[in-house]
Nanobody
Framework: QLQLVESGGGLVQPGGSLRLSCAAS????????IGWFRQAPGKEREGVSC????????NYADSVKGRFTISRDNAKNTVYLQMNSLKPEDTAVYYC????????????????????WGPGTQVTVSS
């Protein structure tokens, strides 16, 4: 059974850093595009970043460009989201999701294209 589990969330001060992990089980992550999404209270879910199976293609939301970096270690079946220079507006539940590659899933980066989701991890940025 395909499962994704996020970890690494927590409470951090503005300007701080966190690294989220998305561990997969029950399937080989190599063949899937992995996306990170987030949802803050009272707001719609938004795409944060996604990465192709090989790691050669990525996409980032404008709000996180230059601050967040997505990467993957297929040997560990894990995808990471390094978050630096965190802001209070980054506070949200962060989810990772897997989608089968179909062009142009990386470019369009729509939640509807990702069929398997983890339970989420809370990130709170506050002083």
């Amino acid at each position: 059974q395909l499962q994704l589990v996020e970890s690494g969330g927590g409470l951090v001060q503005p300007g701080g850093s966190l690294r989220l992990s998305c561990a997969a089980s029950g399937f080989n992550l190599d063949y899937y595009v992995i996306g990170w999404f987030r949802q803050a209270p009272g707001k719609e879910r938004e795409g944060v970043s996604c990465i192709s199976g090989s790691g050669g293609s990525t996409n980032y939301a404008d709000s996180v460009k230059g601050r967040f970096t997505i990467s993957r270690d297929n040997a560990k079946n894990t995808v990471y989201l390094q978050m630096n220079s965190l802001k209070p507006e980054d506070t949200a539940v962060y989810y990772c999701a897997a989608g089968a590659y179909r062009y142009p899933i990386i470019t369009t980066f729509r939640a509807a294209d990702f069929g398997s989701w983890g339970p989420g991890t809370q990130v709170t940025v506050s002083s």
